[in-house]
């Protein structure tokens, strides 16, 4: 996980909300912030695993953990 500032926005992994609250995601493939975020998902818990993983839009769905994440920011605003 990075630990650089964050900026524009974008806030470290380590505070993304971890409640199924769907938000915009700023994956470790991208050096630098997206002009356009094109990924979106949610925190959720597999209770028979006991594990808990960002659950990706899309087709078919994708998986990844916060290491795969360098921030985030909210899908919607107030």
Same mark, same amino acid.
């Given at each position: $996980?990075?630990? $650089? *500032? $964050?900026?524009?926005?974008?806030?470290?992994?380590?505070?993304? *909300?971890?409640?199924?609250? *769907?938000? @915009? /995601?700023?994956?470790?493939? +991208?050096?630098?912030? *997206?002009?356009?975020?094109?990924?979106?998902? %949610? #925190?959720? /818990?597999?209770? +028979?695993?006991? @594990?808990?993983? #960002?659950?990706? %839009?899309?087709?078919?769905?994708? %998986?990844?953990?916060?290491?795969? @994440?360098?921030? #985030? +920011?909210? /899908? /919607?605003?107030?």
């Amino acid at each position: $996980m990075s630990r $650089m *500032p $964050m900026s524009s926005g974008w806030a470290s992994v380590a505070t993304a *909300p971890h409640d199924g609250t *769907p938000v @915009i /995601l700023w994956t470790i493939e +991208k050096e630098t912030p *997206p002009e356009v975020p094109l990924t979106a998902g %949610f #925190w959720t /818990l597999n209770p +028979k695993a006991g @594990i808990g993983y #960002w659950r990706l %839009f899309g087709d078919p769905p994708r %998986f990844c953990s916060d290491r795969q @994440i360098r921030g #985030w +920011k909210p /899908l /919607l605003r107030d």
